[in-house]
Structure formats: C-alpha cells, structure tokens
T-cell receptor, first 109, second 115 residues
Framework: EDQVTQSPEALRLQEGESSSLNCSYTVSGLRGLFWYRQDPGKGPEFLFTLYSAGEEKEKERLKATLTKKESFLHITAPKPEDSATYLCAGRMNDYKLSFGAGTTVTVRA | DAGVIQSPRHEVTEMGQEVTLRCKPISGHNSLFWYRQTMMRGLELLIYFNNNVPIDDSGMPEDRFSAKMPNASFSTLKIQPSEPRDSAVYFC?????????????FGPGTRLTVL
C-alpha cells in the first residue's frame, strides 16, 4: 500500500537552531516527492518537487533532499516566520498526491 | 494572479441541510482537485477533473457527495444531506497542463461545520 510517513509530528526550535524533518515513503513508481508549507487557516503552499534520488533543492533557509526511500527538509538557522506545518506528498501517478500527516514546526525567538 | 478562489470561507449548517462549496481555479489551469482535510485523516483527494471532465472520483466518500465542473473557471462540491462527520476543511486546487509533473496550487479552503 502506498504510504507517506512524516516525523516528528511536532518540532520546537529556538531561532537559529537548525534541524531536519523526515518524510519516508513506500510509493511504488514514485513520480515526484512534493513539499508544501501550510500556515494556520490557509491552504498548502508549494515549496519543492524532487524527482530522483540525490536531487536537492533550496529556497532561502530550506533545503530538500531525496533518497530512494525518504526525503529530508533541512531548516537552517530558522526564524519565527518559518513556523508552519510542513507537508510532504508522494505522487503515485500523473495526478494523485498521497500526503503525509505533516510536521508542525514552531520557532521561538 | 488572484490564485484559486473558494467560497464561502466558513460554513456552519445543521445536519440534513444541503451544502454547496464553490471554486474558481487559476486561469489557464486545466486540472482541478477537491481535497478534504481533517485531523484524523489528513489531506485526502476527493475528486479530480481534467479539462472539466471528472477523471477520478474514487475518493468521494459516499453518494451524498457530488461535484461538477460546468466550465473551465468554476466548480462546485455539494453535500446533500450533510452530516456532522462531514465537518472538515475542504480545499480546491488547480494545476496547469503541458508538463508531466505539475505542482498543485491550493485555495484558502472552506471550513465546514455541520451541527
């Protein structure tokens, strides 16, 4: 069964304290691993798509990496505005995304 | 670009009432998705339209749920009759065609509460 699992469920960081979020997947024939950011009361906002093992993408303090079984979202020197829920999703076919439950990140000043 | 527009943003209704959620996708996007998000089940795909045609409705929970896309700029998700377990945030998302792996752009969602 296709499955996407995120850990930890919640992460509390001090401003400037770097950390990583994990997304493991068992999606057969994965056609892309997606990362989204979701703020309270808003829809998910697209961050990255990774297609093949070894691929990396960066945006400001965020860097996403992909292996054959998991993806990591690294947050370097986070700021309070990085507080959000981060969702990863595996794409199973041409259109269907299977989302993980998310990791809620809280960054304290 | 205004992004995906959803209305209403909040809906409170009583059990048994009909509920209609509305979505305007981003202009030029050929694919439209309806999702439901709950604490228990996370974000789930309900139905997928491509060029206004329903392609995959396997996520629609039961016959009480129906969705239409009469034209490229408008879609509705209807629940009739509504039940308390339908309470959730419903998102509409759209994506462009022409590339194989397209990110989906989400609307702000409609928070539905069924009493």
């Amino acid at each position: 069964e296709d499955q996407v699992t995120q850990s930890p469920e919640a992460l509390r960081l001090q401003e400037g304290e770097s950390s990583s979020l994990n997304c493991s997947y068992t999606v057969s024939g994965l056609r892309g691993l997606f990362w989204y950011r979701q703020d309270p009361g808003k829809g998910p906002e697209f961050l990255f798509t990774l297609y093949s093992a070894g691929e990396e993408k960066e945006k400001e303090r965020l860097k996403a990496t992909l292996t054959k079984k998991e993806s990591f979202l690294h947050i370097t020197a986070p700021k309070p505005e990085d507080s959000a829920t981060y969702l990863c999703a595996g794409r199973m076919n041409d259109y269907k995304l299977s989302f993980g439950a998310g990791t809620t990140v809280t960054v304290r000043a | 670009d205004a992004g995906v527009i959803q209305s209403p943003r909040h809906e409170v209704t009583e059990m048994g009432q009909e509920v209609t959620l509305r979505c305007k996708p981003i202009s030029g996007h050929n694919s439209l998705f309806w999702y439901r998000q709950t604490m228990m089940r996370g974000l789930e795909l309900l139905i997928y339209f491509n060029n206004n045609v329903p392609i995959d409705d396997s996520g629609m929970p039961e016959d009480r749920f129906s969705a239409k896309m009469p034209n490229a700029s408008f879609s509705t998700l209807k629940i009739q009759p509504s039940e308390p377990r339908d309470s959730a945030v419903y998102f509409c998302a759209s994506s462009p065609s022409g590339r194989l792996y397209n990110e989906q752009f989400f609307g702000p969602g409609t928070r539905l509460t069924v009493l």
